[in-house]
């Protein structure tokens, strides 16, 4: 490739796993984009080669460069699920998207970028990527509103880059996601609560439908979202929205299960009181439809839950490594 590949957020979890792996398969001509004041991100990226440039500066640095620029990887957003005050979601994620969109569109840039299956609510009307139900969508949190109106915004444009996507990413989990705090995965949770007191905490049910630790959740292993990644880059395949999940909904218990196999400890579960902030904004269940995804043509095999934790807990949790090599 003659031109660069640019990914923002690659300071983050996502992100700098993909950047990691465009760099162990010899592809150069990368630049990354975030806020690298953050210390906490710091070993995400300190190997990588590539050249930097500072979130708040690049809108206006692809503005003057685009001729260099083949294709946005925009995974850079604010993720936290339990903040509420919206502007700052509407700054972050939605305004500062939507300038990334119109230049790759007025340059012929292809852009591919980060939803969400917050974008989906309570599943109400289907966990299918169907752009007709984007509209009727009500998703439970601002983070989700912002993801689902730049969703709305995206596929209204005449205006469009030659080649997009989103993708609205399941349950992710895996290395490099250490310094997400509250917001990191379960399974990241769980190791540490096993580690340090024996047992897992899972939230108890508070729909009666619903038994304890019987909530499901599609968890799809950071491996596997970034091969779907590259394999767009790769292929440039239809221009739309896909779910990127697994496909197959899986249990907490199952999940709990899976963390204490991978470190050789009997099950011990503890189940607690969701907090009541995010009680009525609580997902009980979500399940990727991967059919649109499949019939454009990817047929790569996706980790399952079992093999997924026990690859994170074994090679990065247990040694305290990150995805690099």
């Not at 990914?7 to 690298?36: C, M, P, Q, R």
């Not at 379960?186 to 909530?215: A, C, T, W």
Request: aromatic share 16%; glycine share 6%.
């Amino acid at each position: 490739m003659s031109k660069y590949i640019i990914i923002t957020g690659a300071a983050g979890f996502i992100g700098s796993v993909f950047a990691h792996y465009l760099n162990n398969n010899e592809i150069d001509k990368v630049i990354i984009v975030d806020d690298f004041s953050k210390k906490e991100k710091l070993l995400n990226y300190d190997t990588l080669p590539y050249e930097r440039i500072q979130r708040n500066l690049f809108i206006d640095w692809l503005e003057k460069y685009h001729n260099d620029v083949d294709a946005v990887i925009h995974l850079g957003a604010r993720t936290d699920t339990t903040e509420f005050d919206y502007s700052i979601f509407e700054k972050l994620n939605l305004n500062y998207s939507k300038n990334i969109w119109n230049i790759c569109s007025n340059h012929g840039i292809d852009l591919y970028y980060a939803s969400s299956a917050a974008t989906y609510g309570d599943g109400s009307l289907s966990y299918d990527d169907n752009l007709e139900i984007i509209d009727r969508l009500k998703p439970l949190n601002p983070y989700g509103l912002s993801k689902n109106e730049f969703d709305k915004w995206a596929i209204k444009q005449i205006n469009q880059p030659k080649h997009w996507a989103g993708f609205k990413f399941f349950n992710v989990y895996g290395p490099n996601e250490y310094h997400k705090k509250r917001m990191a995965s379960v399974v990241f949770h769980g190791y540490h609560q096993i580690k340090n007191e024996g047992k897992i905490k899972l939230f108890k049910s508070h729909r009666p439908d619903y038994k304890d630790g019987e909530q499901k959740r599609d968890f799809v292993y950071v491996k596997d979202v970034i091969k779907v990644l590259f394999w767009f880059l790769e292929h440039r395949p239809d221009n739309s929205i896909y779910n990127l999940g697994t496909g197959k909904a899986r249990s907490f218990i199952d999940l709990a299960k899976s963390i204490f196999a991978a470190m050789n400890i009997p099950t011990n579960i503890e189940f607690i009181d969701m907090p009541t902030d995010i009680r009525d904004k609580y997902q009980y269940f979500t399940e990727a439809n991967m059919a649109k995804l499949y019939n454009i043509g990817y047929n790569n095999s996706f980790y399952s839950l079992e093999n997924g934790i026990n690859d994170y807990v074994k090679n990065y949790l247990i040694p305290d490594k990150y995805y690099k090599k």
